[in-house]
């Protein structure tokens, strides 16, 4: 099943999901090389799971980057959803 064949929501679950580990990545370099501007503004991205990981520190890898992952998967499948929709209703009305 290629790419293109796949749900507008899934593909856009996968890609902001991926994204977000990235920006996690990201943010922990950038953290830990003192660049506190890209490291805020990644964390601003981010804000619900970024509180969890500031308060709770304890949080070992294995539970965070699944966490970012969830988390932007669930804001770009709902992305998705919305551009499945808007796209596939004026196919629609062409018909």
Known sequence: MAWKDWSYWFRGGLS?????ILLFFIWQVSYINHKYIISDLISSLSFPIGY?????SDFSLLIIIPLYFIYYFIIGALIGWIYGKIKNRN?????
Do not use: P
Not at 16 to 20: A, D, E, P
Not at 52 to 56: A, I, K, M, Q, T
């Open 91 to 95: 196919v629609e009305n062409n018909k």
């Open 16 to 20: 902001l999901g991926f994204i977000g």
């Open 52 to 56: 969890l990981v500031y308060y709770f």
